[in-house]
């Protein structure tokens, strides 16, 4: 009996002392990880909130955007006009992990590689806007120092909008739909429950924008949306295996997506609505999962 407990006991020593070496043996090296990133730069009045060239200053942490990995951002509003406004990206606090650019002096809305270590990232404002600044590490890359890329949007507030989204969906009606809106450099999100939603933006910059819609069981759709002035867009997602997109799953849906395999007929959303499986392709699986659907309530 004692010799066993000193048995369980020597084993359990050697499981404690194991387990810091593996945990150890697993981390990226210290300089590689990131904990904060700070833009530094010439601060002046809203700029950088008047903050000159300090890797330290919280003011100027970006903010990790929800929904999206590895990507930050940061928002000064009323930037006054100027020329030659100038900034980079640190790490930790510390102006030796930094990137640059290699184009030196940027054009709004365009995205550029960040560049470690390279020059100082200058653009001009020609009338008081909203500047927002966004670093995307989704590729970085710590080893060789690529995959960083970063954009500089410029929005006179003349050109700011609200843009209204409807969306119809289906199904259970407490379920919440996701509603994005992506550009470049801009990231909006909302959730909202039921089977009739409306959201409105606000102050967005005019361009282009791609809205995902979603909501769970239902094929993700995707629409580009231009914002060029105050406007909505109505869009609709339909369940995942309602083939002819009549929000109803149905032997007439098992059907269409069987015909397709014979001779292709789907397009578009409708596709991606009879690709049950999301393998990218309709097969005879899919039409059969759909018509196994409307014998009972829980294949798909
Ligand atoms: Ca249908
Ligand atoms: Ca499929």
């Not at 995307?136 to 006179?156: I, K, S, Y």
């Not at 629409?223 to 309602?242: E, K, L, Q, T």
Request: proline share 4%; charged share 20%; aromatic share 8%.
């Amino acid at each position: 009996m004692k010799k066993s407990l000193i048995g369980l006991l020597l084993a359990l020593l050697m499981v404690f002392t194991a387990l810091p070496m593996t945990a150890l043996a697993e981390e990226p090296a210290p300089e590689y990880q990131i904990d904060r990133i700070t833009v530094v730069g010439n601060g002046k009045g809203n700029y950088l909130h008047g903050v000159t060239w300090d890797p330290t200053s919280s003011k100027n942490r970006m903010r990790a955007v929800t929904g999206l990995e590895g990507v930050y951002e940061i928002n000064y509003e009323d930037v006054a006009a100027g020329n030659d406004y100038q900034l980079r990206f640190t790490a930790n606090d510390s102006l030796d992990y930094n990137w640059g650019t290699a184009a030196a002096s940027v054009d709004s809305d365009k995205v550029y590689d960040a560049v470690f270590g390279g020059e100082v990232i200058s653009f001009d404002v020609a009338e008081v806007s909203d500047v927002k600044v966004r670093l995307n590490l989704r590729d970085w890359d710590p080893t060789e120092q690529t995959g960083a890329r970063f954009a500089v949007r410029v929005t006179p507030l003349s050109n700011v909008h609200t843009m209204r989204i409807n969306l119809e969906s289906y199904l259970d009606n407490s379920e919440n739909c996701l509603i994005e809106l992506e550009s470049a450099v801009d990231y909006y999100r909302c959730t909202l429950p039921g089977n009739m939603v409306s959201h409105t933006f606000y102050y967005m910059p005019d361009g282009s924008y791609t809205l995902t819609v979603s909501k769970k069981n239902h094929a993700a759709r995707r629409y580009p949306v231009a914002v060029d002035g105050d406007s909505s867009f109505d869009a609709r997602i339909n369940p995942v295996g309602d083939v002819n997109l009549d929000g109803l799953i149905q032997a007439r849906d098992a059907m269409k997506a069987f015909q397709h395999t014979i001779e292709p007929t789907l397009t578009g959303y409708a596709l991606l609505c009879a690709d049950v499986n999301g393998n990218g392709k309709v097969e005879a699986r899919d039409a059969m999962r759909i018509f196994q659907q409307t014998l009972d309530n829980n294949t798909l």
